[in-house]
């Protein structure tokens, strides 16, 4: 099993900047490809971005790229997302991912969620 904490959500007015964190613990960190994932009101649940097992590789959604981005600290078991430039339509919970493939196809170990709310 692989526990996930998401942490880092909150109000932000539209053109700033939010970062999300999600730890990790239970299994080894750096055998996971992680993820964030979102979901807003009223629409199904949306992939964002990935970052491979060593983080040499990433892959985002393309309402985000050159906006967002999906470091990780192996050493911290920490995944995070960086979002800059936001927008009301990133409003929506944010959920981290840990999946075995580096793929947008979500893995079976999500976390709860934080909640990002972007006012215009």
């Known amino acids: 099993q692989v526990q996930l904490v998401e942490s880092g959500g909150g109000l932000v007015q539209a053109g700033g900047s939010l970062g999300l964190s999600c730890v990790a613990s239970?299994?080894?960190?750096?055998?996971?490809?992680m993820g964030w994932f979102r979901q807003a009101p009223g629409k199904e649940r949306e992939f964002v971005a990935t970052?491979?097992?060593?983080?040499?590789?990433?892959n985002y959604t393309d309402s985000v790229k050159g906006r967002f981005s999906i470091p990780r600290d192996n050493a911290k078991n920490t995944v995070y997302l960086q979002m800059n430039s936001l927008k009301p339509e990133d409003t929506a919970v944010y959920y981290c991912?840990?999946?075995?493939?580096?793929?947008?196809?979500?893995?079976?170990?999500w976390g709860k969620g934080t909640l990002v709310t972007v006012s215009p």
């Open positions: 991912n840990a999946a075995l493939r580096f793929t947008r196809t979500p893995g079976v170990y």
């Open positions: 239970g299994r080894t960190f750096s055998n996971y490809v």
């Open positions: 970052i491979s097992w060593s983080g040499g590789i990433t």
